[in-house]
């Protein structure tokens, strides 16, 4: 079966340090993709940052990394230098791109991420 | 461009009543998916579709029905809501086949069922 795990329910961190956040996954799928999303207080889910499963290099978008170990089946976001807007909760997803052919997101729990001045 | 916008954004239902949710997405994206999202946990997909007509089960599709009569519409429905429903629903949209293509969320809708 198909499993996001994300261990850590919260983290804090000093303004201007970088935070790792943890995600593992679970699939006996050879090609999938593994995302994040960020979920500010006001509800929305903001795309962050995306790996597939081949891809050599970790992907990087601004001060947003992804700390992708293929046989560890781990994807830690890395936010660098974080900033007080940074502070939400953060969800790993996966998605299976071969599972009848449909583009379906299975979510971990999320980790809550609090950014301290 | 709007992107994808879910109707109503609150709505507080009895035990029994029914309802149906509108999403509206006018990025001619194949896919749309409406996922529920309770406290401590992640969304979980409800149902799905991938193209318009056609619909199909997610993870946890029991108490909900939906249609997709318009490439752009996905319309979620409870028939006789119950307490469990309460949650926050958002639905997505997002393009067929390319790898790494996200999905776009839309600003989700808050049910409470009493």
């Known amino acids: 079966a198909q499993k996001i795990t994300q261990t850590q329910p919260g983290m804090f961190v000093q303004e201007k340090e970088a935070v790792t956040l943890d995600c593992t996954y679970d699939?006996?799928?050879?090609?999938?993709?593994l995302f994040w999303y960020k979920q500010p207080s006001s509800g929305e889910m903001i795309f962050l940052i995306y790996?597939?499963?081949?891809?050599?290099q970790n992907a990087t978008e601004g001060r947003y990394s992804l700390n992708f170990q293929k046989a560890r089946k781990s994807a830690n976001l890395v936010i660098s230098a974080s900033q007080l807007g940074d502070s939400a909760m953060y969800f790993c997803?996966?998605?299976?791109?071969?599972?009848?052919?449909?583009?379906?997101?299975?979510f971990g729990a999320g980790t809550r991420l609090a950014v301290h001045p | 461009n709007a992107g994808v916008t879910q109707t109503p954004k609150f709505r507080v239902l009895k035990t029994g009543q029914s309802m149906t949710l509108l999403c509206a997405q006018d990025?001619?994206?194949?896919?749309m998916y409406w996922y529920r999202q309770d406290p401590g946990m992640g969304l979980r997909l409800i149902h799905y579709?991938?193209?318009?007509?056609?619909?199909a089960k997610g993870e946890v599709p029991d108490g909900y029905n939906v249609s997709r009569l318009k490439k752009q519409n996905f319309l979620l429905g409870l028939e006789s809501a119950a307490p469990s429903q309460t949650s926050v629903y958002f639905c997505?949209?997002?393009?067929?086949?390319?790898?790494?293509?996200?999905?776009?969320f839309g600003p989700g809708t808050r049910l409470t069922v009493t």
């Open positions: 997803a996966m998605r299976s791109l071969f599972s009848g052919g449909y583009n379906k997101l299975i």
């Open positions: 699939t006996s799928d050879q090609s999938y993709g």
């Open positions: 997505a949209s997002g393009f067929a086949g390319s790898r790494d293509d996200e999905q776009y």
């Open positions: 790996q597939g499963s081949y891809d050599e």
């Open positions: 579709s991938v193209g318009e007509g056609t619909t």
């Open positions: 990025m001619n994206h194949e896919y």
